[in-house]
């Protein structure tokens, strides 16, 4: 049981420093990355029955959704453990969404699509009339990256050091 412990501590560490570093520089590209372009992608198809508005906004609220979704998961299951590491992709996605939000004014991302893709973040503080707030917006949303993957790394220690069971596997050793 104290050999796990520490496994589980060491493991919580490492990746929290590795997100916490995340959270340091978002614009860099993260391992996680790639996997959050496909979900963002998938996210304008999944909202597009909503209207055009929506559908551009889904892109990123579902990229945001899907790890949170996983996270809600493993709580729901009371795998605390498991939630907290997850939440570290939860806040680093919402880090890539702020990187994106960033760029409303600039436009300086390569789009999927190049240089005539439509850039959803400028379509929608553009929509609503708050392209001039785009470094606060994109600021907001880093501020909640950074605050989950924190949450997530706090979480992730303390659940690594409890004694208390947490899965069912561990429930029967």
């Excluded at 590209?29 to 508005?53: K, Q, R, S, T, Y």
Aim: with cysteine; hydrophobic share 50%.
């Amino acid at each position: 049981m104290m050999g796990q412990i520490k496994a589980k501590t060491f493991f919580a560490v490492v990746v929290g420093l590795y997100f916490l570093k995340c959270a340091y520089d978002p614009s860099q590209w993260h391992f996680l990355d790639g996997v959050n372009l496909i979900i963002h992608e998938a996210g304008h198809v999944v909202f597009m029955p909503f209207g055009e508005f929506v559908m551009i906004a889904g892109g990123s609220a579902f990229q945001v959704i899907v790890p949170v979704t996983f996270c809600g998961y493993f709580l729901y299951h009371r795998q605390y453990f498991e939630g907290a590491l997850t939440s570290f992709w939860a806040g680093e996605s919402t880090l890539n969404v702020s990187v994106y939000a960033r760029d409303a004014v600039a436009m300086d991302l390569p789009l999927l699509g190049g240089s005539d893709s439509l850039h959803d973040w400028n379509y929608l503080l553009g929509r609503m009339g708050m392209l001039g707030l785009t470094i606060a917006v994109a600021g907001l949303i880093r501020l909640v990256g950074t605050l989950v993957i924190f949450a997530g790394f706090a979480g992730a220690i303390y659940f690594s050091l409890s004694r208390r069971p947490e899965t069912p596997w561990e429930r029967s050793a």
